[in-house]
């Protein structure tokens, strides 16, 4: 698979554009924000929510930090004049970590202020190393400001990941809101596991450990051994559809945690998560729209082949994946 992998990476620079863009079209919403509220609203017997990201990330000059301040205060603003059950997912090199961090945390502040004036969470996605410790710090410090409404990602292939759980579940108990993944960016030995069993093996332990910790889990794999994990451990946790903690004792709790949900990139497995969604488990399907989808689209192939071959394989064995 790896090398099936590379050969496509090393050939894309010829595909053609328009090639390209029809395979990108699964995967992205759109070129702009109405594509991306047409789709959801197309969705609305699917039984699952939606978060919404504005594709693009890493800006050169801090001023290119505006279109994204701007574009997701639109965002929000649809989502509350079209009642979607949707949040935001947003990266924070996007809004200028890696230039100045003093401006990329008011323009994250700006975005959250304005979600939370309308009940909307915002989820800060993680990108790679160079930002991991940076990305949790914005999170504790808008927290302590008084947003509750965010929380971030971790990565299972990371070896800190279990102590940033424990560290961020100390600091904000139930308000710890995570998103948990394997992690598309492939780190470096010293960091991170790298072959896939530790990958899922770790993964899973993460995913057993938020759950422990009381936080908030949001299950953001398509892969069957993590998903299958995870419905083990929330039924031995007492937390299978029938039998939520939170009905219980939602009065008494400040924060979402404990709680879990699955969450599904577009165009990815939708026959497993409309599954599950049958079976009673919150589903939510990451929506990304924005004309940086040729940049965005290849610069993840470059950072993953292996996202060359799901892709390949769900174009030659379409059975294998339905949207
Ligand atoms: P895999 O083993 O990669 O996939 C399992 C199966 O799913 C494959 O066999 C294939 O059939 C199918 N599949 C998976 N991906 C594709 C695809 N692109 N096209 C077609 N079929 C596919 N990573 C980060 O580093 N930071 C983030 O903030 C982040 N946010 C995410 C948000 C969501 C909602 C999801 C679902 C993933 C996110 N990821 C993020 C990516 C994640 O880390 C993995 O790289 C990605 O999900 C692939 O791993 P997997 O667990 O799905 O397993």
Redesign the pocket.
Known sequence: MGLIGKIIVSLMPIAPKFLVKRIAG??VAGLNLESAIDLMKNMSEENTCF?IDVLGEEINDVDEARYFVDEYSRVLDSIVSNQLDANI?LKPTALGLLIDKEVALSNIEEIIKKAALNDIFV?L????HRVTQETIDVVLEMQKKGFQNIGT?L??RLFRTKEDIAEVSRELGPLADF?I?????LESSDISYTK?QEIVNS?NDCISHMLEMGCYT?I?????P?INHSLEKLSDMGMSVDNDPRDNSADSRVGKGPGYEF???L???GNLRRKLASEGHLT???VPYGTKWYEYGVR?IRE?P??AW??T??IIMPW??RR
Do not use: P, W
Request: charged letters at 30%; one cysteine or more; hydrophobic letters at 30%.
């Open positions: 699964r995967y978060t997912s989820r996605d993680m990108e790679d990602v990565q299972g998103r993944c394997k992690g598309i960016y896939y993964t949001a953001a794999s398509h892969d069957l993590i969450q599904f990139l165009g990815v497995r939510r399907v990451y993840r993953n292996d996202i799901h892709v394989k769900t294998t994946n």
